[in-house]
């Protein structure tokens, strides 16, 4: 392993124990992570907040066996350390990256496949709220959804941090009209001034009628949901003939009975995944689609595609980001700085 000569012993994370609310995260004392050869050790300055690591804390998303058990899914901040094999990357060089845990601590380690390079004129805590959405809209409305130019995407929670990052990579690489699902009238203002083209307050509003009502009863091509089981059916119904549904998870429950005429009549595709969860080797892909695909993005359109920062905390404030986190009162993404 290469390092700064200058590494410390022990460093500080934030343990949430046993898990519960928000006030059972503590900072506290440990040793730094052991890297693996085909591991970076990354001094953090920023990390992102995400749903996933609410999940988590709270009981009911526990990470894989071989994970750091602190939380925090994306960082950004300057290489300390490499492993021996790991051939790109060299101590202090700058870089944000998708990591299996660790991310609320002084350091952490990811696979060196997982980092990107901070795109140019992007600022250090931008880049620690990049990794963990664009990984996830990217996986799942590019590749397994298929969006392409001149489609239809349909996004509910237009204005959470997921929601945020497939409206700026829906409309950079052309759809048609990008809709959004809001609870008020602020966030949909919000989710507008982003480029989507039509917001529902799904409050007041039937998002399947107004849905066909904006694509003069075309209904969606795509659609992006995390809500789950209350939306299952309406979902079937908003898609367009041959529409694809993409699930990324159930924060009002996975289960509920349904007709699946509708995915036969319409010839839809739903499908699924967790980033988590997957191997080291499909995320890694996914970062190098990204570099290639998204990341000349970033210059090219540098007013249309950028993470946007609704509230930052210090590290030993955690607690009040995730009580942020789970009010919903948030547009876009909340960053620890450490």
């Not at 397994?144 to 929670?157: F, K, P, S």
Request: hydrophobic share 45%; aromatic share 6%; charged share 15%.
């Amino acid at each position: 392993m290469n390092s700064i000569t200058a590494l410390p012993a022990t460093m500080k994370f934030i343990d949430h124990g046993a898990g519960g609310p928000a006030s059972s995260m503590q900072m506290a004392t440990g040793a730094l992570p052991v890297l693996a050869d085909d591991e970076v050790l990354i001094r953090v300055a920023a990390a992102g907040i995400n749903r996933p690591d609410v999940s988590q804390r709270s009981g009911s998303y526990p990470p894989p066996k071989d994970a750091s058990q602190v939380m925090g899914l994306e960082v950004a901040g300057n290489v300390a350390a490499v492993g021996s094999a790991v051939t790109r990357w060299k101590v202090g060089d700058a870089v944000c990256a998708l990591t299996p845990g660790g991310g609320y601590a002084e350091y952490c380690k990811t696979p060196a496949a997982h980092c990107l390079p901070i795109p140019a004129g992007m600022s250090m805590l931008e880049a620690g709220a990049l990794c963990e959405t664009f990984f996830t809209v990217w996986a799942n409305v590019f590749e397994r959804a298929r969006l392409v130019a001149g489609e239809t995407l349909l996004i509910h929670g237009g204005s959470s941090g997921i929601g945020s990052t497939a409206i700026q990579l829906a409309r950079v690489f052309g759809a048609a009209q990008i809709i959004v699902t809001c609870g008020d009238q602020a966030k949909i203002d919000y989710a507008l001034r982003l480029g989507a083209h039509t917001g529902i307050n799904y409050k007041t509003q039937d998002f399947v009628e107004a849905t066909m009502a904006a694509t003069g009863g075309l209904g969606a091509d795509v659609i992006l949901d995390m809500v789950g089981a209350p939306y299952f059916q309406k979902n079937m119904a908003a898609a367009a003939l041959e529409g694809r549904i993409a699930q990324i998870a159930f924060q009002h429950g996975s289960k509920a009975e349904l007709s699946m005429l509708p995915l036969m009549m319409r010839r839809l595709t739903w499908t699924g995944s967790t980033l988590r969860a997957r191997p080291k080797s499909a995320k890694a892909a996914i970062a190098a689609a990204l570099e290639s695909q998204v990341w000349p993005k970033f210059a090219a359109t540098p007013d249309a595609l950028r993470p946007h920062i609704h509230a930052t905390f210090p590290l030993e404030d955690v607690a009040k980001a995730h009580q942020m986190m789970e009010s919903g009162t948030h547009f876009g993404k909340i960053v620890l700085t450490v």
